[in-house]
């Protein structure tokens, strides 16, 4: 018989509270709590700043780093702390970098840690970008000056035992380089001579580092290259992968799925561009197609195929029934592929769970709404004046679709995230696969929203179980910047700012508060 699941019971509610003031770290305060228990800590944060970044360490806990304080008039202090899966804080470490740097993009594997800062003051700084790398290892931490970067921005990075490789983009041109860690050497590295190669991931393999990117051949066509690398600098080998010219790939990711198998996935629009949803864009970048797979083996491309969204059933499933009717009508049996419903997608890393790749994407809309206003003339007669005001990005639900390891679709499904409106696009779904089920949640304005799926089918609807508070006095003003994190196993962390007031304290005035909940999900 197959298990079933409350969903109000998915995430344990009894929450541990450990409150962090002024940044100074208590762990003995939870040694001798149950481990299955969630727990909840808290960081003061000054009134509309939003200063910490997480990263996730799995088993191993997670990395809190922030600005700590400006260490001179041109240059600050950055924190980094580690915490164990009990929120014990094991160690902490400063960078001291230039002002003014914001975080980028970041990489992050057992061994090291390494975070691509970018300027982002007006002056002309020394150095316009920095590198902020972890030994996990020994606990160290230095921070690189990446040199002739002016106007350049990070676009990936890259650590291993004795180099970095990262790129920078600079008018929609990107530039590879290499460091050598012991010689504290840059150089170029010349990754396609002649081609104008555009990556979209850099991955080890085999101990080896990777590139995958596309080079586009017209102005609706590209294809895909993985290019491999050594620990020199060097380019070892380049395979090419020749796309139809039906189609034009948007995105590139891998995973491994043996010991000489790489599978491919990501999404593509079609070359002809045809819209049944009155959106048509003129970017590549932000209208999709479908999803396709590549399978490559020995470094030949065995398998490559196309699924277009269009003949995904679960697809229409957060539409109207109007709006199903028009497309299902206007789309014809034997022309299918040749449409698009040109969704804009976010694209989360893929996973692999036992046999099942799972691609997830997130597809949203820019929202406005227009502002009438009244001018009067000089007789006092009012005139009307409208104007467009953009709302932010609505999101309209996640698009999960689990593959063989061949790269055969199997299943598809989706998740309503109609209720998240933001200025700030990211991917904001998580999930995790249990032996037979998938959960999906995430986390809007301080609700865990979740829902349970097994392949095409829908086992729960979504519920909403509210983020809990240090205190029954506490009173939330207003949430931002929500999120919730696969850690580990079973382990999820929520995450975000509350402005939170208690007329029982002392201080009774609104407080910033950085929170992340250790939350379990049920098994049984």
């Not at 929520?494 to 992340?516: H, L, M, S, W």
Request: one cysteine or more; proline letters at 2%; a neutral charge.
């Amino acid at each position: 018989m197959k298990k079933t699941k409350s969903i109000s019971s998915i995430f344990k509610a009894k929450i541990l509270l450990i409150s962090f003031l002024l940044l100074i770290f208590f762990p003995s305060k939870i040694i001798s709590q149950n481990f299955d228990s969630p727990f909840r800590m808290e960081f003061l944060a000054s009134a509309d700043t939003y200063p910490y970044e997480i990263i996730n360490l799995g088993k191993e806990g997670f990395i809190l780093y922030y600005e700590s304080e400006l260490s001179s008039s041109q240059t600050a202090k950055w924190t980094f702390a580690h915490f164990d899966t009990l929120f014990i804080n094991k160690w902490k470490k400063n960078a001291t970098t230039i002002r003014l740097l914001e975080p980028i993009t970041q990489f992050v594997d057992e061994n090291y840690i390494a975070v691509f800062f970018n300027y982002q003051g007006k002056k002309k700084p020394k150095v316009s970008n920095q590198i902020v790398l972890v030994n996990l290892k020994n606990i160290n931490i230095e921070v690189i000056d990446i040199p002739h970067s002016e106007s350049k921005f990070p676009k990936s990075v890259l650590a291993r035992d004795n180099f970095l490789y990262y790129s920078l983009v600079q008018k929609d041109k990107e530039f590879f380089y290499y460091y050598n860690l012991s010689s504290k050497q840059h150089k170029a590295v010349n990754v396609l001579s002649g081609e104008d190669f555009s990556s979209r991931e850099i991955k080890m393999n085999n101990k080896n580092p990777y590139l995958l990117g596309v080079v586009s051949t017209s102005k609706r066509n590209n294809n895909i290259y993985k290019i491999d690398l050594d620990s020199l600098g060097e380019v070892k080998s380049s395979l090419k992968i020749d796309i139809p010219s039906t189609y034009f790939i948007n995105n590139v990711q891998s995973h491994s799925v043996g010991e000489d198998s790489l599978l491919i996935l990501g999404n593509y629009i079609n070359s002809s561009e045809k819209s049944i949803t009155a959106i048509n864009l003129s970017s590549y970048d932000e209208i999709n197609s479908g999803v396709y797979s590549v399978l490559i083996v020995n470094d030949i491309v065995e398998k490559l195929n196309f699924y277009n969204y269009v003949n995904m059933e679960n697809i229409y499933r957060y539409m109207t029934d109007k709006n199903v009717s028009r497309i299902k009508k206007k789309v014809g049996d034997d022309s299918k592929d040749s449409y698009s419903l040109n969704l804009r997608l976010i694209s989360q890393d893929i996973k692999m769970f036992d046999s099942t790749v799972i691609l997830l994407n997130e597809a949203y809309y820019a929202e406005y709404r227009t502002e009438e206003n009244f001018s009067y003339d000089y007789y006092g007669r009012p005139f009307p004046t409208n104007r467009t005001v953009f709302d932010g990005y609505r999101y309209t639900n996640a698009l999960i679709c689990g593959f063989d390891l061949s790269g055969k679709l199997i299943w598809d499904n989706n998740f309503a995230l109609n209720s998240i409106l933001t200025y700030n696009l990211k991917a904001r779904t998580s999930f995790f696969k249990d032996s037979t089920d998938i959960i999906m949640g995430y986390n809007q304005n301080g609700d865990i929203v979740s829902t349970i799926i097994d392949g095409n089918k829908i086992l729960q609807a979504p519920e909403y179980l509210k983020v809990e508070t240090i205190s029954s006095s506490d009173f939330v003003i207003g949430n931002e910047k929500s999120e919730l994190i696969h850690w580990y196993d079973n382990y999820f962390l929520a995450t975000g700012y509350q402005r939170i007031r208690n007329n029982k304290k002392r201080t009774r005035g609104v407080q910033n508060t950085f929170y992340i909940i250790k939350m379990s999900y049920d098994l049984h």
